[in-house]
Each structure stands twice: as C-alpha cells, then as structure tokens.
C-alpha cells in the first residue's frame, strides 16, 4: 500500500509562485511514475505533469509548459510541482498520484491506482 500526502498549497496572486510536496510512503516509490493532477470546481480531473522513476523524464501538460516544473528526490520519497507564474484559471485542487507499473508517463487518471487527498491552490486575479 501506498500513501501520499500532499502541502503546500494557499492563496497567491497571479504572477505568484507555489511549490507543491507529495510524500510518499512505501519501500518501492523510486519506482513509481509519480504524476499531478488537478481539478477545478465543476470541472473533471484534468493531469498536469508527470515524472518517470527512472530517468527524470518529464511530460507536461500544454496548460504548465514553461510554467511548471515536476521532479523528486527518491531519497526523500517526494515528488515536487514547482508552479511560477501562477493564472487563476491554475485555481484547483492538486492531487498527487502514483502509478506502480512505471512503464511510461500517461496523462490518464485510470493508470494511476494511488492518490493523496489534494492540496487547494487558488490564485487570485
């Protein structure tokens, strides 16, 4: 079993910079692909960036190219979404999620068994 736990997450004006933390427990998380997911009120879970096990390749989202940055430190069990530039339409609940199988980075929230329970970011205009 796998558990995550996201911080992080506030209040902070557009332009403004947040910096999510996903821990993880669980003696395997080096190899997890470790994703980010948000969503907005009324909106469907929508990904936002993902991080290989292995390699640190990365994969974006078009709405986070330029802005975000995912990454993670095994030793720590945490993965990391550095948010700049922040927009309100970037206002959601994050969620951190974990794909066990670590055989590609996918954008669909079905590969991902593991969740932690979202952290609110809300960007103010």
């Known amino acids: 079993q796998v558990q995550l736990v996201e911080s992080g997450g506030g209040l902070v004006q557009a332009g403004g910079s947040l910096r999510l933390s996903c821990a993880a427990s669980?003696?395997?998380?080096?190899?997890?692909?470790m994703g980010w997911f948000r969503q907005a009120p009324g909106k469907e879970r929508e990904f936002v960036a993902a991080?290989?096990?292995?390699?640190?390749?990365?994969y974006y989202a078009n709405s986070g190219k330029g802005r975000f940055t995912i990454s993670r430190d095994n030793a720590k069990n945490t993965v990391y979404l550095q948010m700049n530039s922040l927009k309100p339409e970037d206002t959601a609940v994050y969620y951190c999620?974990?794909?066990?199988?670590?055989?590609?980075?996918?954008?669909?929230?079905?590969?991902?068994?593991?969740w932690g329970q979202g952290t609110q970011v809300t960007v103010s205009s």
């Open positions: 991080i290989s096990w292995s390699d640190n390749n990365t």
């Open positions: 669980g003696r395997t998380f080096s190899r997890y692909v």
């Open positions: 999620a974990a794909d066990p199988r670590g055989l590609g980075l996918f954008r669909s929230y079905h590969r991902y068994d593991y």
